[in-house]
């Protein structure tokens, strides 16, 4: 699976990896990117409603991410409440996290990425990493 991430207010990617496709791939491998990011400063980070789970949203506070995270209320209690949604940028966040979309689309078209060229995880992420521009 790649993943990326992406800084919202201009849509640049900030950072790009690569890992075996798992069902914690992608919070993983949120929490990998946000630790290698300099600064520590209070940043927020908006996502799908697969990173829904307490244990991610937990994890993002415990190292100063507010988590933008799309409320998964299906059959289940979610895990963002009332003290991030209150918010006006949590409503903004929610329309410009379709954004990181198009760096997937532009990596198919242009990149030349809809099929691998490469085996293996290192050579193929290495790829992906250069077609992302990081």
């Known amino acids: 699976m790649a993943h990326v991430l992406m800084e919202n207010r201009h849509g640049l990617v900030v950072d790009a ?59 289940r209690r979610s895990a963002i409440d009332g003290r991030t949604t209150r918010h006006p940028g949590y409503a903004v966040s929610m329309r410009i996290k379709k954004r990181i979309e198009e760096v997937f689309g532009w990596a198919k078209t242009s990149g030349n990425l809809r099929k691998a060229r490469y085996r293996g995880q290192d050579r193929v992420g290495c790829n992906f990493t250069l077609t992302a521009g990081v």
């Open 17 to 75: 990896t690569l890992t075996h496709a798992t069902g914690t791939a992608e919070r993983e491998a949120a929490l990998t990117m946000l630790f290698r990011m300099k600064g520590r400063h209070r940043i927020t980070m908006a996502a799908d409603k697969a990173c829904d789970t307490a244990e991610f949203v937990a994890a993002l506070r415990d190292i100063c991410v507010t988590p933008h995270v799309a409320q998964n209320n299906a059959n």
